[in-house]
């Protein structure tokens, strides 16, 4: 966790953190430049969502059904008004009692339809926000390691989680809004032509300002949303940098730091929000405005021109309440673009990790690999991460199926990255590398993960059980081979020390359990699979000496049978390979036994005397 802030700096105040003490990131609301336009976002949308356009047509003309019940009750309010009286003078009750019954099974009717279509879109946005996180998850575990290491691991988090759910609300509301608000405002419209054209005429003068004034706010409100949206994924970065690094702040001090770097992530989301509400308080002003604009230029012109416009009492009611009812929809625009907005910046983040080129693409019709050991082949292997300098060249090498190798070499001379690239975590930008005479690339993924696994060095463990942590390494496996899997390690005693045996809970990460014990599950992962090159990151650092004893003599039944790939940042792990490859700046520059790289003098030789100094002076 890099903590870079000045520690002789004072504590920002709220008004000045988020202009000080970080960089400005993300797009200026008040600039021209637009990104992807929210059409084409929607469109995108919809496409990779067919749950949420599935039955749009139904939904749409439910709108168009509860829209016009709307309009239905002002025309039955005018019939009541308008009604002749009957020869004696009287008021025909039998009339307006049946105009309020058919008015009362309007409203009923438009109230249910309402809730159904508003039931509907929340079921079919349940599903495509499900989907489209799933398929956001699936992305994420196909992305290459140059991704994962450009990209915060609280951004990745937030395209599924706060993203998402912005993107759910719009569905579930949003989407109702734009589907029943239109045709509300077109039908008023038409209706108040029908009674009057010039009344209907001074309406649309009022509210006609809205229409560049919205397309000028839209332009920037997404501008803004999508700074937001930066900004929330930035913070939660943060967040998960803090959490993810509880101990290492504890244990160096760190609190007031990092408190510092939070404060300026949830200062710079928080202005980035305001910036987007100035646009979102806008509209709703202009709505406001608008609606009083209009009501008065109806009641001034309707009352003082109704003999000239030939208005009857029951119609200039009947415009007044249409005018009225315009107020609601456009009003709601303020609310309903907002939502929109905040949607589309969010969807585009979620659609843009989705359609993300891939850099290690699945081969459609793949190769299987044989059974048992596989040998290795790498040819003019070359790598960089992208962007960056080129951190494997020209490497070439045969191992032998069943060889046990251990790779060598100072921090940065590129043994880890190899090793990825055996089990294709990414592929090489130059050369090939073949298992069991069989193109990497052209691997069909099933045969390649039955066939190919790496233990990491942290041993990463999930939030379950023993038991089920080993099981991810063959999900059919019963209990019976797991059990046989720590027998034949020998560490059948290591599983039996606890009460609960493998069903102890290893919390998150595995926390509950030392490195070494992580390890020890990862080796028994590993057993189960029972794979044919098995690739390790150092499975003995850092270990104490009863745990390495155990891992020592687990290795070595683990090495039987098949071939392994050590990285090996302790030497005493190279002197008992088959064969030694020697990494030096990106260069495979030595291969060979431990012996004949000693008597060779170079590269080995010096890392093993560097190694066994420092062993002598630490145990002496």
């Known amino acids: 966790m890099s903590l870079d802030v000045d520690p002789a700096a004072a504590p920002p105040t709220p008004e000045t953190a988020a202009q000080a003490m970080l960089p400005p990131v993300g797009l200026d609301p008040d600039s021209e430049a637009t990104p992807e336009g929210a059409l084409k976002v929607l469109r995108r949308g919809l496409a990779g969502s067919p749950a949420l356009a599935r039955g749009l047509a139904v939904t749409v003309a439910m709108g168009l059904s509860i829209a016009v019940s709307k309009l239905t009750v002002p025309v039955l309010i005018q019939r009541a008004i308008?009604?002749?009286?009957?020869?004696?003078?009287?008021?025909?009750?039998?009339?307006?009692?049946?105009?309020?019954?058919?008015?009362?099974?309007?409203?009923?009717?438009?109230?249910?339809?309402?809730?159904?279509?508003?039931?509907?879109?929340?079921?079919?946005?349940?599903?495509?926000?499900?989907?489209?996180?799933?398929?956001?998850?699936?992305?994420?575990?196909?992305?290459?390691?140059?991704?994962?290491?450009?990209?915060?691991?609280?951004?990745?988090?937030?395209?599924?989680?706060?993203?998402?759910?912005?993107?759910?609300?719009?569905?579930?509301?949003?989407?109702?809004?734009?589907?029943?608000?239109?045709?509300?405002?077109?039908?008023?419209?038409?209706?108040?032509?029908?009674?009057?054209?010039?009344?209907?005429?001074?309406?649309?003068?009022?509210?006609?300002?809205?229409?560049?004034?919205?397309?000028?706010?839209?332009?920037?409100?997404?501008?803004?949303?999508?700074?937001?949206?930066?900004?929330?994924?930035?913070?939660?970065?943060?967040?998960?940098?803090?959490?993810?690094?509880?101990?290492?702040?504890?244990?160096?001090?760190?609190?007031?730091?990092?408190?510092?770097?939070?404060?300026?992530?949830?200062?710079?989301?928080?202005?980035?929000?305001?910036?987007?509400?100035?646009?979102?308080?806008?509209?709703?002003?202009?709505?406001?405005?608008?609606?009083?604009?209009?009501?008065?230029?109806?009641?001034?012109?309707?009352?003082?021109?109704?003999?000239?416009?030939?208005?009857?009492?029951?119609?200039?009611?009947?415009?007044?309440?249409?005018?009225?009812?315009?107020?609601?929809?456009?009003?709601?625009?303020?609310?309903?673009?907002?939502?929109?907005?905040?949607?589309?910046?969010?969807?585009?983040?979620?659609?843009?990790?989705?359609?993300?080129?891939?850099?290690?693409?699945?081969?459609?019709?793949?190769?299987?690999?044989?059974?048992?050991?596989?040998?290795?082949?790498?040819?003019?292997?070359?790598?960089?991460?992208?962007?960056?300098?080129?951190?494997?060249?020209?490497?070439?090498?045969?191992?032998?199926?069943?060889?046990?190798?251990?790779?060598?070499?100072?921090?940065?001379?590129?043994?880890?990255?190899?090793?990825?690239?055996?089990?294709?975590?990414?592929?090489?930008?130059?050369?090939?590398?073949r298992l069991g005479g069989v193109a990497l690339d052209t691997v069909a993924p099933a045969s390649r993960l039955a066939s190919v696994r790496m233990v990491p060095q942290d041993g990463f463990l999930f939030d379950t059980t023993i038991r089920e942590n080993v099981r991810f390494g063959s999900p059919g496996a019963d209990d019976a081979a797991i059990t046989a899997a720590f027998e034949s390690l020998g560490l059948g005693w290591w599983a039996d020390k606890r009460s609960e045996g493998l069903d102890y809970e290893v919390g998150e990460r595995g926390e509950s359990l030392s490195v070494g014990e992580r390890q020890l599950v990862a080796l028994a992962r590993a057993a189960l699979a029972d794979p044919g090159l098995l690739i390790l990151d150092e499975a003995t650092s850092a270990v104490d000496p009863e745990t390495d004893q155990a891992l020592t003599v687990a290795l070595r039944v683990l090495a039987q049978g098949r071939t392994m790939v050590s990285i090996a940042h302790r030497l005493a792990t190279a002197e008992a390979a088959d064969l030694i490859l020697v990494f030096d700046h990106g260069h495979l520059v030595e291969q060979g036994s431990h012996h004949e790289l000693l008597r060779a003098d170079g590269v080995y030789a010096r890392l093993h005397q560097a190694w066994v100094g420092n062993t002598q002076r630490l145990t002496g």
């Open 82 to 433: 308008d009604r002749d009286p009957l020869p004696d003078g009287t008021v025909d009750i039998a009339y307006i009692t049946w105009i309020a019954v058919a008015a009362a099974i309007v409203v009923v009717a438009a109230g249910f339809t309402s809730w159904f279509a508003q039931r509907r879109l929340v079921e079919r946005a349940e599903a495509a926000i499900a989907q489209l996180r799933v398929d956001a998850f699936v992305q994420v575990h196909r992305l290459s390691i140059a991704d994962h290491n450009e990209t915060q691991r609280g951004v990745l988090v937030a395209r599924v989680t706060s993203d998402a759910e912005a993107l759910a609300r719009f569905a579930q509301w949003g989407l109702y809004s734009w589907t029943i608000h239109p045709v509300v405002i077109v039908g008023t419209f038409v209706v108040l032509a029908f009674y009057s054209w010039v009344m209907a005429l001074i309406v649309l003068a009022a509210y006609l300002p809205v229409l560049p004034w919205f397309k000028w706010l839209q332009r920037r409100q997404l501008l803004a949303y999508d700074d937001y949206r930066t900004r929330i994924s930035q913070m939660l970065g943060r967040f998960s940098e803090a959490v993810m690094g509880a101990a290492v702040i504890r244990a160096y001090g760190l609190e007031s730091r990092t408190r510092r770097r939070i404060h300026q992530s949830i200062n710079q989301r928080a202005q980035a929000r305001m910036r987007a509400n100035k646009y979102m308080a806008m509209v709703f002003v202009t709505g406001d405005v608008l609606s009083a604009v209009a009501m008065a230029g109806v009641l001034i012109i309707g009352i003082s021109q109704r003999e000239r416009l030939g208005l009857n009492g029951g119609e200039m009611v009947a415009i007044v309440f249409l005018t009225t009812l315009l107020q609601g929809p456009i009003s709601e625009l303020g609310e309903t673009l907002d939502q929109t907005q905040t949607a589309v910046a969010g969807w585009r983040k979620i659609l843009d990790l989705i359609d993300r080129e891939i850099d290690v693409p699945e081969p459609v019709d793949g190769s299987s690999l044989p059974g048992g050991a596989l040998p290795v082949e790498a040819e003019g292997v070359g790598f960089a991460y992208r962007g960056g300098p080129p951190v494997l060249q020209d490497v070439s090498v045969r191992i032998p199926a069943g060889a046990n190798v251990a790779v060598v070499g100072e921090t940065g001379s590129g043994k880890t990255t190899f090793a990825k690239l055996l089990c294709r975590l990414a592929d090489p930008e130059q050369g090939v590398i």
